[in-house]
């Protein structure tokens, strides 16, 4: 399993920017996607942002424009700059961690995820 440890959430005010980390207990090159997501109370956990081993990244549109996800392969973290922030934006964020690996004969899938970091955009 890939252990996933998230940092960086907080308070800020609308239009303010924040830096979510997410370190992988194992080297980003073996990990296919690695991803954020939010959830915010009765709502459904979706995807934010998240970016491949071979350095594609695709946004949620509500986020465009707004945030980057990058990576460093050599402290395996991956970050979320978020900038302008919304107040629509407040929800726990979790980092997610998808890969393959072989077992026997079968390819299957793999899905971790990291404890979550609460974001609040708030005036």
């Known amino acids: 399993q890939v252990q996933l440890v998230e940092s960086g959430g907080g308070l800020v005010r609308p239009g303010g920017s924040l830096r979510l980390s997410c370190t992988a207990s194992e080297s980003l090159f073996s990990i296919n996607t690695m991803g954020w997501y939010h959830q915010a109370p009765g709502k459904q956990r979706q995807l934010v942002a998240a970016i491949t081993s071979g350095g594609s990244t695709n946004y949620a549109d509500s986020v465009k424009g707004r945030f980057t996800i990058s990576r460093d392969n050599a402290k395996n973290t991956v970050y979320l700059q978020m900038n302008s922030l919304k107040p629509e934006d407040t929800a726990v964020y979790y980092c997610?961690?998808?890969?393959?690996?072989?077992?026997?004969?079968?390819?299957?899938?793999?899905?971790?995820w990291g404890q979550g970091t609460q974001v609040t955009v708030s005036s």
């Open positions: 997610n961690a998808k890969y393959f690996k072989w077992r026997g004969q079968t390819m299957r899938q793999y899905d971790d």
